[in-house]
């Protein structure tokens, strides 16, 4: 069965730089979540979308933005990193609540 | 708001004995509850859900969960665990309907010996 997609895999990236990170749901789910974990972190609801519009915004930091787009892809833009922003960023999709959200494998990015 | 508590950060445990990871949660209204799996370096797999119905669920790999409305409580067992079973469980809860995001609990991570 098809899972979701997430590219890149790994990302290293300097201070101050900006990073796309991108997923591609489940083919027919509607809705997309992006979470963040830290090393040793619960993951951390960050933005979702619901039939290409904003969903729910949780604790996504101002230098970040996030779309989806028509085919359901949907892209997190991540601005002037810190080094904080160093996690593991993980895309989740939905056909709906009951069903559960499924992961991909998530984008590690380190920022040196 | 929505929280959840794993009371166990690491549960150590020897093949082939029973284990019980530990979830509660604090909700203002009805919820759904699941319990995801993340294996070393890998995504959250989906082990079980509660949505409604029978408190007993069963999950792949031969774990269940009980749903305990006057414990606030969704316990995670396994009769016989495996070596394989090494992994961190996070506990995680949302409301009842179509988008809404997980609350996840810090995560209890199962270490299985031999």
């Known amino acids: 069965a098809a899972g979701v997609i997430q590219s890149p895999r790994h990302l290293i990236k300097e201070k101050r730089e900006t990073a796309t990170l991108k997923c591609y749901p489940i083919p027919r789910h509607d809705t997309v979540y992006w979470y963040q974990q830290g090393p040793g972190q619960d993951p951390q609801f960050l933005i979702s979308f619901y039939e290409k519009m904003q969903s729910d915004k949780g604790s996504i930091p101002d230098r970040f933005s996030a779309q989806q787009f028509s085919d359901y892809h949907s892209e997190l833009n991540m601005s002037s990193l810190e080094l904080g922003d160093s996690a593991l960023y993980f895309c989740?999709?939905?056909?709906?609540?009951?069903?559960?959200?499924?992961f991909g494998p998530g984008t590690r990015l380190t920022v040196t | 708001a929505q929280s959840v508590t794993q009371l166990d950060s690491q549960v150590p445990v020897f093949e082939e004995a029973p284990v019980e990871l530990r979830c509660n949660y604090s909700?203002?209204?009805?919820?759904?509850l699941f319990w995801y799996v993340q294996y070393p370096n890998q995504g959250l797999q989906l082990l079980l859900k509660?949505?409604?119905?029978?408190?007993l669920v069963k999950g792949i790999n031969g774990f269940e969960a009980e749903f305990n409305k006057s414990q606030t409580s969704f316990h995670l067992r396994k009769p016989s665990v495996h070596i394989s079973d090494t992994a961190e469980y996070f506990c995680a809860v949302s409301d009842p309907w179509g988008y809404s995001t997980l609350t996840f609990g810090k995560g209890t991570m199962l270490l299985v010996s031999p």
């Open positions: 989740a999709s939905s056909l709906d609540g009951s069903r559960g959200q499924y």
């Open positions: 509660y949505l409604s119905g029978s408190t």
């Open positions: 909700s203002s209204v009805s919820v759904y």
